[in-house]
């Protein structure tokens, strides 16, 4: 005989996402996450790399929202504009933060935290961190818009460096 659960069930709720494709296409609309699941790891975790993505449209193309289903591997950038989705695990917390400058495929450059320890290569985070890294605090450098805490496709990222205003050798044009 069983006893009753004791678990609570965790809450899956619909929440806003702004997706920015390979082709440049934005699409919005809307996944059921959980409050405590970390984007980067529900996008990583996509069975075949399928997203369901409800109440969605491509805003330039004025189509009605509906039901779209998005390949995950074409997503280069994905931000929670209600500020209401985790985007890094709680691993990632307490560990140390760099600021970076991650230029994207295409050119555009974002600015923003990496959750780093003192001493720990850039290269070894991004190798470690699988197809999506997690960065905080993002803005876009060409004129300083906040896009808040984003996830960015690894294969998207084209080169990324220590922010020139962090702490450590600045980067110079030759280097």
Do not use: C
């Amino acid at each position: 005989m069983t006893g009753p659960n004791t678990r609570s069930a965790k809450a899956v709720d619909s929440k806003r996402l702004h997706l920015i494709m390979r082709d440049t296409t934005m699409v919005e609309g809307e996944i059921y996450i959980g409050d405590d699941a970390p984007l980067v790891q529900y996008l990583a975790n996509r069975k075949g790399g399928w997203m369901n993505m409800v109440h969605a449209r491509r805003p330039k193309l004025n189509e009605t929202p509906g039901h779209l289903i998005v390949q995950t591997d074409h997503i280069v950038l994905a931000s929670a504009p209600d500020g209401n989705v985790l985007v890094l695990g709680q691993s990632a917390i307490g560990v140390g933060e760099r600021g970076v400058d991650i230029v994207l495929v295409g050119g555009t450059t974002v600015k923003g935290i990496l959750p780093l320890a003192p001493q720990q290569r850039l290269s070894d985070y991004l190798s470690s961190s699988g197809r999506f890294v997690g960065v905080k605090a993002a803005s876009l450098a060409a004129d300083g818009r906040a896009l808040g805490d984003v996830v960015i496709h690894a294969s998207a990222i084209t080169m990324l460096r220590e922010a020139r205003d962090s702490a450590g050798p600045a980067i110079g044009p030759g280097d």
